[in-house]
């Protein structure tokens, strides 16, 4: 088994069709991205969309977003997401890599993410590839 990890930078229906099938391993109440949606992700100067394939097919995604404040340039991992059939081969700490070498490449402050508690492998991966607990309370305001 071949993984490799690379930008997307186009969206084709392969893609869309990943996404689909990918996105409720994710989340139970986001929808899938549209093709325009994805579009918008891949055009953007700000983010990177990282897709994961096996043997060809796409198993897995990870989008780094970078923002620039007053203390500097800083980035933001969201939506890793690997395919639980392929969960195991390593394709979440390639993915994570990816973006920490993208990361540090534009030259980034740091690399933050979350993840919930009880996605315990996801958590030990992050520790082991040297994220760190940050001592914050997150808050989140729902607009909808």
């Known amino acids: ?5 690379s930008r997307a930078d186009s969206v084709t229906d392969d ?14 109440s986001s929808p899938a991205p549209t093709a325009d949606e994805l579009s918008e992700i891949v055009d953007a100067a700000d983010s990177v969309l990282f897709v994961a394939r096996l043997d060809g097919c796409v198993v897995g995604s990870l989008t780094i977003a970078f923002y620039r404040i007053p203390t500097g340039l800083k980035a933001w991992i ?12 390593g394709i979440g700490e390639a993915l994570s890599r990816a973006a920490l070498d993208e990361a540090r490449r534009r030259g980034a402050k740091n690399v933050s993410l ?13 520790r082991g590839i040297g994220f760190e607990t ?5 808050y989140r305001y729902e607009l909808d």
Not at 1 to 5: A, D, G, H, T, Y
Not at 134 to 138: E, K
Request: hydrophobic share 40%.
């Open 15 to 28: 893609l869309v069709a990943a996404f689909a099938r990918l996105i409720p391993q994710l989340s139970s």
């Open 114 to 126: 979350t993840s919930r508690p009880s996605r315990e492998s996801a958590n030990r991966l992050y």
């Open 134 to 138: 940050y001592d914050t309370n997150i």
């Open 78 to 89: 969201e939506d890793v997401v690997v395919d639980g059939d392929a969960r195991g081969n």
């Open 1 to 5: 088994m071949s993984v490799e990890i």
